[in-house]
């Protein structure tokens, strides 16, 4: 990977580069639709990364060119927010920048990047090119000591205020910390995060993309924390974890009432899915894969019956249901299969025996094609460079 990063640098900037770097994506082992509401999470970094080669200059301009998708210029001279950045890659380094100014040091560089990580697979492709980019400003300019969650933060901060998109912190921190972590986010704006090891000893993990878009959905996935935020609201509180679980099932004809149905079942699906984080937690540390296969499961279900994001207006054809399902057939249901993401379309995650595994890369190639299909390991590097 150096030498094709050498080679394209040089074409690019006729010049050699100094230093190289890389970042993983990343994928949700448990957790889903809990962060908003400052629920508990388990995610994990993954062996898809994206690659830099970099040059330090001695002003304040970036270039990047990044394979696949152009190259752009961003004058840090200006760290204000730029109106035709919006939706732009160029806005993430200046946001970046502007975020790090505050207490660290930035500078010019030249870059060339390379991802090996499919857009629209729920790997967190934005957070890998947000990290490595902080990264990169972290090791030609501070030394490498801005602390890991500072540079999950100035990712945030730039797709939230520069590029234009609310965010969590799950793919920053999924991307940034390495390995497999457990996350909670009672405080959200300084989560903790508990790093684990496990080998996942005769399991692998595989993503699936069903190849449904995700365009359109924007208000599929806003109303799921909505929900979440009117039934704390009925209990006079602003999130979901500041409510006591056994007065929601206590009150749930009122709930219903006042929020609706879907609603109280979305509240429900936030607290037991907490408790399936909790399980997976203890079952990770004592190495019980089948026992996060099992919670794995477990989260696909409350997923489709009470969150509802598995399928798009209830069909199950073409819809990360239907993709698990499949995964659950192929592998003799001994895999755990559920979503990746956000839900409704997209893509899955699923942890299957490895003796079992041939049967289900053939069943899924046979109903997605040969490139659908990614089989993954979770990497335990952080953002970091090249040696």
Request: glycine share 8%; hydrophobic share 35%.
């Amino acid at each position: 990977m150096k030498n094709y990063l050498n080679e394209k640098f040089v074409t690019t900037y006729q010049e050699q580069p100094e230093r190289y770097f890389s970042c993983g994506g990343r994928f949700e082992v448990l957790g889903n639709h809990t962060d908003h509401n400052h629920g508990l999470c388990i995610a994990a970094t993954c062996d898809l990364s994206i690659y830099a080669a970099v040059k330090q200059r001695n002003d304040k301009l970036v270039h990047v060119l990044s394979e696949g998708f152009g190259f752009f210029e961003v004058d840090l001279n200006n760290l204000e927010k730029v109106d035709d950045e919006d939706g732009k890659p160029a806005s993430i380094v200046r946001g970046i920048a502007s975020y790090l100014s505050n207490d660290f040091k930035y500078g010019g560089f030249d870059v060339y990047l390379k991802s090996e990580i499919p857009a629209g697979i729920g790997a967190s492709s934005s957070a890998a090119y947000e990290l490595v980019i902080a990264e990169i400003f972290n090791a030609l300019y501070n030394q490498g000591e801005i602390p890991l969650m500072t540079l999950c933060k100035a990712g945030q901060s730039a797709e939230r205020n520069y590029f234009g998109k609310r965010c969590g912190l799950l793919d920053q921190i999924g991307v940034a910390y390495g390995g497999l972590v457990f996350i909670d986010f009672e405080q959200i704006d300084n989560p903790q995060v508990l790093p684990l090891r496990t080998a996942f000893k005769d399991y692998s993990f595989i993503i699936v993309d069903t190849g449904t878009s995700h365009e359109g959905l924007s208000e599929l996935y806003s109303s799921i924390p909505e929900d979440m935020y009117k039934v704390a609201d009925h209990f006079k509180k602003a999130f979901l974890r500041e409510v006591d679980y056994e007065e929601l099932k206590a009150n749930k004809d009122e709930i219903i009432e006042n929020c609706g149905e879907l609603a109280y079942n979305r509240a429900i699906h936030f607290f037991e899915e907490n408790l399936r984080v909790e399980q997976a937690l203890k079952a990770i540390q004592d190495n019980e894969v089948e026992v996060l296969v099992k919670l794995m499961n477990e989260s696909r279900k409350s997923s489709t019956d009470l969150l509802q994001n598995m399928c798009l207006n209830g069909v199950k054809k073409d819809s990360p249901l239907e993709a698990c399902e499949l995964i659950n057939k192929a592998s003799h249901h001994k895999a755990g299969a559920k979503i990746n993401g956000g839900g409704f379309a997209g893509s899955v995650i699923a942890l299957v025996p490895d003796d079992e595994l041939a049967d289900v890369i053939k069943a899924v190639k046979e109903k997605y094609g040969k490139d659908r299909i990614y089989k993954i390991a979770v990497r335990n590097e952080v953002p970091s460079e090249l040696k």
